[in-house]
């Protein structure tokens, strides 16, 4: 199961190369750590599943010696190990640009991938075809209006947004992380079904 994780490293040893001067683009335009992060993070897994939708992958893929179930567990755990490459490299560049972040940052980075990786993984499987293209705008408009969005419910939702604020910080970042694994798992099941009825 990690040659698979390997192998899309290996597949994408050309993109990567620009990963560089991808995330320093985002640096440079001085946009927030936690979406430097969040950018950098989706970088390899959405490029594999668009190099894979172009060259057919799932085909060949279930002739190797793999179970469905290990396909699917390599995207999902390779997700998190490019994350934390992404993070690290990510970590490195701010740092030589001089450029302040915290592991706040990183932790509202990384949480957004994984949730936006639970919520967009089985869409590759249900749907076929240029998926990868709606995803990416889904995400850009999501970077656009999702802040606004998010400061006009608090502003209106009160009662949510009292109860937030009432909570340690402990306990908001507790609450938070055990949503987003839930979320996480719900998703690897559910895109694993998904997978296993699949015809190729």
């Keep these: 199961m990690f040659n698979l994780i390997r192998r899309d490293l290996i597949l994408q040893k050309r993109q990567i190369l620009i990963f560089i001067p991808f995330i320093a683009v985002f640096i440079i335009s001085d946009s927030h750590p936690a ?9 390899i897994p959405f490029n594999t599943y668009t190099y894979d939708e172009k ?16 396909i699917i567990a390599s995207r999902y755990i390779g997700a998190i190990v490019y994350m ?14 001089d450029k302040p972040f915290t592991i706040t940052d990183m932790a509202i980075g990384s949480g957004l991938f994984l949730s936006f990786v639970a919520l967009t993984f089985p869409l590759f499987y249900i749907f076929r075809g240029k998926i990868s293209m709606v995803i990416m705008i889904i995400f850009i408009l999501s970077a656009i209006i999702g802040p606004p969005i998010v400061l006009y419910l608090a502003e209106h939702l009160t009662t949510i947004t009292d109860f937030i604020v009432s ?31 699949k015809a190729f």
């Design 35 to 43: 979406l430097i992060f969040l950018v950098a993070s989706i970088f």
């Design 55 to 70: 060259a057919e992958t799932n085909i060949l893929l279930n002739s190797l010696p793999y179970t469905r179930k290990e």
């Design 84 to 97: 934390g490459l992404s993070i690290g490299i990510t970590s490195i560049a701010l740092f030589v640009f």
């Design 167 to 197: 909570l340690s910080i402990p306990a908001l970042y507790t609450g938070v992380a055990a949503v987003i694994l839930i979320l996480y798992a719900a998703s690897w099941s559910v895109t694993t079904i998904i997978y296993q009825r």
